[in-house]
């Protein structure tokens, strides 16, 4: 079965700062993998993800993410943070494309 | 254009009550799924539904769930003689085929089982 691990539940940057978002997953065939934004009190949506191809991927917002095969990640990333981007953040990975498994989700938190 | 719609969006409930949640997807969209996602926990995968086909049940965590689509279209989650563990954000996305599609997520329905 697929799993996901978030390192981290929370992370807080001051603004400007980078942000890291650690993500790790388990997969027995090469998975497609997402990361997803839910910002206080709305619902999940799309901020990049990893099909074939390229393997670092460009989000909205400024957010990148690379897909490591041999170290089996999905960090994501940002060179600067913003006060708009706090929110709760999940890593999901799917195989066949029927199941998704999310991760457990970080919380950033952007110090001014 | 419209998006996933879930109703109702918050519901308080007695423990032992039947509770029936709605998600009405994207028009068009083939892939529905059902997650819970609980304090701490993340996203749960419940159900999925893809056109026609028989639904992946796999992640139903009793018998006292279940779920339905009509018509390819709508779909209700029921969950009967509910139980204080089943409190928790009940989240509906819908994609447009499976596979590496995004999942467009529903604004979800807060359940409360007291």
């Known amino acids: 079965a697929q799993s996901v691990t978030q390192l981290g539940s929370h992370v807080s940057v001051s603004e400007g700062a980078l942000v890291l978002l650690r993500c790790n997953y388990s997969?027995?065939?090469?998975?497609?993998l997402f990361w997803y934004v839910q910002y206080p009190n709305q619902g999940l949506q799309l901020l990049l993800k990893?099909?074939?191809?390229?393997?670092l991927v460009k989000g909205i917002n400024g957010f990148e993410a690379e897909f490591k095969k041999s170290e089996t990640s999905f960090h994501l990333t940002k060179p600067s943070a913003h006060m708009s981007d706090a929110a709760e953040y999940f890593c999901a990975v799917s195989d066949t494309g029927n199941q998704f498994y999310f991760g457990t989700g970080t919380s950033l938190t952007v110090i001014p | 254009g419209a998006g996933v719609s879930q109703s109702p969006s918050n519901k308080v409930t007695e423990k032992g009550k039947d509770v029936e949640l709605r998600c009405d997807p994207i028009?068009?969209?083939?892939?529905l799924y059902w997650y819970r996602q609980s304090l701490g926990q993340g996203l749960e995968f419940l159900i999925y539904?893809?056109?026609?086909?028989?639904?992946?049940k796999s992640g139903l965590p009793s018998d006292r769930f279940s779920a339905e689509r009509t018509g390819g279209s709508v779909s209700t989650l029921t969950i009967q003689r509910t139980q204080q563990e089943d409190s928790a954000v009940y989240l509906c996305?819908?994609?447009?085929?499976?596979?590496?599609?995004?999942?467009?997520f529903g604004p979800g329905t807060r359940l409360l089982v007291l």
């Open positions: 996305a819908s994609s447009p085929r499976p596979g590496e599609e995004t999942q467009y």
């Open positions: 997969s027995s065939v090469p998975p497609y």
């Open positions: 990893y099909t074939t191809g390229a393997t």
């Open positions: 028009s068009g969209h083939t892939a």
């Open positions: 539904f893809q056109g026609n086909s028989a639904p992946d």
